[in-house]
Protein backbone atom coordinates (compact mmCIF):
# COMPACT_ATOMS: atom_id res chain seq x y z
CA UNK A 1 0.00 0.00 0.00
CA UNK A 2 1.61 3.14 -0.72
CA UNK A 3 1.68 6.06 1.64
CA UNK A 4 -0.75 8.18 -0.83
CA UNK A 5 -3.80 5.63 -0.61
CA UNK A 6 -3.45 5.67 3.28
CA UNK A 7 -6.35 7.32 5.13
CA UNK A 8 -5.85 10.11 7.98
CA UNK A 9 -7.13 7.74 10.55
CA UNK A 10 -4.51 5.42 9.15
CA UNK A 11 -1.32 8.03 9.25
CA UNK A 12 0.46 7.16 12.70
CA UNK A 13 3.63 9.08 13.87
CA UNK A 14 6.93 7.46 13.62
CA UNK A 15 8.14 8.47 16.67
CA UNK A 16 6.55 9.17 19.90
CA UNK A 17 5.51 13.47 20.61
CA UNK A 18 7.47 15.41 22.38
CA UNK A 19 6.92 18.59 24.62
CA UNK A 20 8.39 20.71 21.62
CA UNK A 21 5.84 19.01 19.75
CA UNK A 22 2.60 19.77 22.05
CA UNK A 23 4.20 23.64 23.18
CA UNK A 24 2.00 26.18 21.08
CA UNK A 25 3.73 28.02 17.97
CA UNK A 26 4.61 31.61 18.71
CA UNK A 27 3.62 33.63 15.69
CA UNK A 28 6.08 37.07 15.33
CA UNK A 29 4.38 40.11 16.51
CA UNK A 30 2.71 41.79 13.29
CA UNK A 31 3.30 45.54 15.36
CA UNK A 32 6.14 47.22 13.66
CA UNK A 33 8.05 49.79 15.70
CA UNK A 34 5.91 52.67 13.88
CA UNK A 35 3.14 51.90 15.56
CA UNK A 36 4.50 51.44 18.75
CA UNK A 37 5.89 54.91 18.84
CA UNK A 38 2.80 56.22 17.81
CA UNK A 39 0.68 54.25 21.08
CA UNK A 40 3.67 55.67 23.40
CA UNK A 41 3.30 59.24 21.13
CA UNK A 42 -0.97 59.41 22.02
CA UNK A 43 -0.55 58.04 25.50
CA UNK A 44 2.67 60.13 26.30
CA UNK A 45 0.14 63.74 24.69
CA UNK A 46 -2.70 62.23 26.47
CA UNK A 47 -0.89 62.24 29.67
CA UNK A 48 0.47 65.98 29.45
CA UNK A 49 -2.93 67.65 28.18
CA UNK A 50 -4.38 65.88 31.04
CA UNK A 51 -2.38 67.06 33.30
CA UNK A 52 -2.44 70.87 31.87
CA UNK A 53 -6.03 70.36 31.66
CA UNK A 54 -6.25 69.48 35.54
CA UNK A 55 -3.77 72.21 36.37
CA UNK A 56 -5.82 74.75 34.31
CA UNK A 57 -9.07 73.84 36.06
CA UNK A 58 -7.85 74.55 39.37
CA UNK A 59 -6.41 77.37 38.54
CA UNK A 60 -9.82 78.71 37.24
CA UNK A 61 -11.43 77.18 40.11
CA UNK A 62 -9.43 79.70 42.68
CA UNK A 63 -10.10 82.73 40.00
CA UNK A 64 -13.82 82.05 39.94
CA UNK A 65 -13.97 82.03 43.68
CA UNK A 66 -12.20 85.38 44.12
CA UNK A 67 -14.58 87.13 41.58
CA UNK A 68 -17.69 85.72 43.42
CA UNK A 69 -16.52 86.84 46.89
CA UNK A 70 -15.64 90.44 45.34
CA UNK A 71 -17.70 91.22 42.65
CA UNK A 72 -20.73 89.41 44.03
CA UNK A 73 -24.17 87.83 41.27
CA UNK A 74 -24.01 90.84 39.93
CA UNK A 75 -20.46 91.01 38.69
CA UNK A 76 -20.28 87.42 38.09
CA UNK A 77 -23.30 87.93 35.45
CA UNK A 78 -21.79 90.41 33.57
CA UNK A 79 -18.18 88.81 33.16
CA UNK A 80 -19.88 86.21 31.79
CA UNK A 81 -21.71 88.18 29.48
CA UNK A 82 -19.09 89.91 28.54
CA UNK A 83 -17.31 86.88 28.01
CA UNK A 84 -20.14 85.22 25.69
CA UNK A 85 -20.49 88.64 24.01
CA UNK A 86 -16.93 88.56 22.84
CA UNK A 87 -16.82 84.55 22.11
CA UNK A 88 -19.66 85.25 19.85
CA UNK A 89 -18.07 88.12 18.08
CA UNK A 90 -14.86 86.41 17.98
CA UNK A 91 -16.33 83.04 16.54
CA UNK A 92 -17.68 84.77 13.33
CA UNK A 93 -15.25 87.23 12.84
CA UNK A 94 -12.38 84.11 12.66
CA UNK A 95 -14.70 82.12 9.76
CA UNK A 96 -13.07 78.59 11.69
CA UNK A 97 -9.94 79.73 9.97
CA UNK A 98 -8.00 78.14 13.02
CA UNK A 99 -9.50 75.09 12.59
CA UNK A 100 -8.93 74.41 8.80
CA UNK A 101 -5.39 75.81 9.59
CA UNK A 102 -4.49 73.26 11.72
CA UNK A 103 -5.36 70.99 8.71
CA UNK A 104 -3.55 72.65 6.30
CA UNK A 105 0.15 73.12 8.49
CA UNK A 106 -0.01 69.70 9.48
CA UNK A 107 -0.28 68.49 5.94
CA UNK A 108 2.64 70.41 4.98
CA UNK A 109 4.71 69.66 8.23
CA UNK A 110 4.20 65.84 7.33
CA UNK A 111 4.59 66.29 3.99
CA UNK A 112 8.27 68.00 4.65
CA UNK A 113 7.78 70.60 2.09
CA UNK A 114 9.54 73.54 3.95
CA UNK A 115 8.19 76.35 0.93
CA UNK A 116 4.25 75.09 1.69
CA UNK A 117 5.37 74.96 5.35
CA UNK A 118 5.86 78.79 5.02
CA UNK A 119 3.18 79.81 3.10
CA UNK A 120 0.92 77.67 4.95
CA UNK A 121 2.04 79.52 8.42
CA UNK A 122 1.99 82.90 6.64
CA UNK A 123 -1.78 82.48 5.48
CA UNK A 124 -2.61 81.50 8.48
CA UNK A 125 -1.20 84.20 10.61
CA UNK A 126 -1.96 87.05 8.38
CA UNK A 127 -5.81 86.10 7.98
CA UNK A 128 -6.41 85.62 11.53
CA UNK A 129 -4.55 88.76 12.89
CA UNK A 130 -7.10 90.75 9.96
CA UNK A 131 -10.55 88.71 10.44
CA UNK A 132 -9.50 89.70 14.17
CA UNK A 133 -8.99 93.16 13.91
CA UNK A 134 -12.72 93.98 11.60
CA UNK A 135 -14.17 91.95 14.40
CA UNK A 136 -12.67 94.16 16.76
CA UNK A 137 -13.54 97.20 14.39
CA UNK A 138 -16.87 96.15 13.79
CA UNK A 139 -17.70 95.66 17.74
CA UNK A 140 -16.28 98.74 18.29
CA UNK A 141 -18.48 100.92 15.72
CA UNK A 142 -21.34 99.05 16.84
CA UNK A 143 -20.59 99.08 21.02
CA UNK A 144 -23.98 101.44 21.25
CA UNK A 145 -26.47 99.74 19.92
CA UNK A 146 -25.11 96.35 21.53
CA UNK A 147 -25.18 98.27 24.51
CA UNK A 148 -28.57 98.84 23.92
CA UNK A 149 -29.79 95.91 22.69
CA UNK A 150 -27.62 93.84 25.85
CA UNK A 151 -28.93 96.02 28.53
CA UNK A 152 -31.46 98.10 27.26
CA UNK A 153 -29.22 101.34 27.80
CA UNK A 154 -26.42 102.75 26.20
CA UNK A 155 -24.60 102.62 30.15
CA UNK A 156 -21.88 99.97 29.05
CA UNK A 157 -20.78 101.39 25.58
CA UNK A 158 -17.71 101.88 26.81
CA UNK A 159 -17.18 98.69 28.46
CA UNK A 160 -18.11 96.90 25.24
CA UNK A 161 -15.79 99.46 23.02
CA UNK A 162 -12.58 97.81 25.21
CA UNK A 163 -13.81 94.47 24.56
CA UNK A 164 -13.21 94.85 21.05
CA UNK A 165 -9.46 94.54 21.68
CA UNK A 166 -10.36 91.01 23.57
CA UNK A 167 -11.63 89.89 20.54
CA UNK A 168 -8.21 90.89 18.68
CA UNK A 169 -5.82 89.83 21.10
CA UNK A 170 -7.97 86.61 21.02
CA UNK A 171 -7.76 85.99 17.44
CA UNK A 172 -3.90 86.46 17.47
CA UNK A 173 -3.48 83.84 20.09
CA UNK A 174 -5.82 81.36 18.01
CA UNK A 175 -3.34 81.72 15.46
CA UNK A 176 -0.56 81.10 17.40
CA UNK A 177 -2.51 77.84 19.41
CA UNK A 178 -2.91 76.73 15.64
CA UNK A 179 0.50 76.74 14.75
CA UNK A 180 1.25 74.68 17.74
CA UNK A 181 -1.30 72.14 16.83
CA UNK A 182 -0.51 71.91 13.45
CA UNK A 183 3.18 71.27 14.26
CA UNK A 184 1.74 68.62 16.91
CA UNK A 185 3.98 70.35 19.74
CA UNK A 186 1.00 68.94 22.14
CA UNK A 187 4.11 69.74 25.26
CA UNK A 188 4.35 73.11 24.32
CA UNK A 189 0.53 73.65 23.37
CA UNK A 190 0.12 72.36 27.18
CA UNK A 191 2.96 74.50 28.78
CA UNK A 192 1.48 77.49 26.89
CA UNK A 193 -2.05 76.95 28.58
CA UNK A 194 -0.65 76.06 32.01
CA UNK A 195 1.16 79.85 31.69
CA UNK A 196 -1.52 81.42 30.47
CA UNK A 197 -3.48 80.20 33.38
CA UNK A 198 -0.89 81.14 35.78
CA UNK A 199 -0.41 84.91 34.75
CA UNK A 200 -4.29 85.22 34.48
CA UNK A 201 -4.50 84.48 37.65
CA UNK A 202 -1.67 86.12 39.28
CA UNK A 203 -3.08 89.41 37.76
CA UNK A 204 -6.70 88.69 38.69
CA UNK A 205 -6.23 88.57 42.54
CA UNK A 206 -4.83 92.13 42.77
CA UNK A 207 -7.33 93.28 40.23
CA UNK A 208 -10.30 91.84 41.74
CA UNK A 209 -9.40 93.30 45.46
CA UNK A 210 -8.41 96.65 45.00
CA UNK A 211 -10.64 97.23 41.44
CA UNK A 212 -13.83 95.50 42.66
CA UNK A 213 -17.37 96.17 40.70
CA UNK A 214 -15.16 97.65 37.86
CA UNK A 215 -12.68 95.14 37.24
CA UNK A 216 -14.93 93.20 34.71
CA UNK A 217 -13.36 94.44 31.28
CA UNK A 218 -10.05 94.40 33.37
CA UNK A 219 -10.15 90.51 34.04
CA UNK A 220 -11.27 89.57 30.56
CA UNK A 221 -8.85 91.85 29.10
CA UNK A 222 -5.70 90.35 31.08
CA UNK A 223 -6.97 86.97 30.30
CA UNK A 224 -7.13 87.57 26.40
CA UNK A 225 -3.80 89.04 27.00
CA UNK A 226 -1.92 86.55 29.18
CA UNK A 227 -2.92 83.73 26.75
CA UNK A 228 -1.71 85.96 24.05
CA UNK A 229 1.66 86.17 25.80
CA UNK A 230 2.13 82.72 26.83
CA UNK A 231 1.13 81.13 23.23
CA UNK A 232 3.19 83.68 21.47
CA UNK A 233 6.07 82.84 23.73
CA UNK A 234 6.12 79.51 22.77
CA UNK A 235 4.68 79.46 19.08
CA UNK A 236 8.18 81.51 18.29
CA UNK A 237 10.44 78.86 19.41
CA UNK A 238 9.21 76.99 16.02
CA UNK A 239 11.77 78.11 12.80
CA UNK A 240 9.57 78.73 10.07
CA UNK A 241 11.73 79.87 6.77
CA UNK A 242 10.71 83.56 5.96
CA UNK A 243 8.69 83.87 2.83
CA UNK A 244 7.90 86.60 0.55
CA UNK A 245 4.01 86.89 -0.63
CA UNK A 246 2.16 89.32 -1.51
CA UNK A 247 -1.92 90.05 -0.63
CA UNK A 248 -3.34 88.69 -3.90
CA UNK A 249 -1.40 85.25 -3.37
CA UNK A 250 -2.40 85.32 0.28
CA UNK A 251 -6.14 86.03 -0.52
CA UNK A 252 -5.71 83.16 -3.22
CA UNK A 253 -4.19 80.48 -0.59
CA UNK A 254 -6.69 81.42 2.48
CA UNK A 255 -9.87 80.23 0.09
CA UNK A 256 -9.65 76.98 0.46
CA UNK A 257 -9.47 77.34 4.11
CA UNK A 258 -12.10 79.59 4.52
CA UNK A 259 -14.38 77.05 1.78
CA UNK A 260 -13.09 74.33 4.82
CA UNK A 261 -13.40 76.59 8.30
CA UNK A 262 -16.56 78.94 7.46
CA UNK A 263 -19.08 76.10 8.18
CA UNK A 264 -17.89 75.69 11.83
CA UNK A 265 -18.22 78.98 12.87
CA UNK A 266 -22.07 78.52 12.19
CA UNK A 267 -24.00 77.57 15.25
CA UNK A 268 -26.05 74.00 15.02
Known amino acids: MSPSSLQPSQLRWHRPLTDADR??????????????????QILTSSAVIGGSSLVTMLA???????????????????????????????SFAGLGISTSGVREISEAAGAGDRIRLARSVTVV???????????AA???????????????SADHARDVLLLSAVVLASAIADGQVTRL????????????AV??????????LPIVYFWRQDAVVALLLVASGATLVSS?????????PPIEMTWRETLHAARPLLHLGSPRCLPR
Do not use: H
Not at 138 to 152: D, E, Q
Open 195 to 204: LGTILTLALT
Open 181 to 192: QGFRRMGDLARA
Open 232 to 240: WWFARKIPI
Open 138 to 152: LLAAFCRPISRLTFG
Open 125 to 135: RRVVARLGLLG
Open 23 to 40: SPVELPSVRSPETTSSYG
Open 60 to 90: ALVRNKFVAVFLGPAGVGLMSLFGAMTGVVG
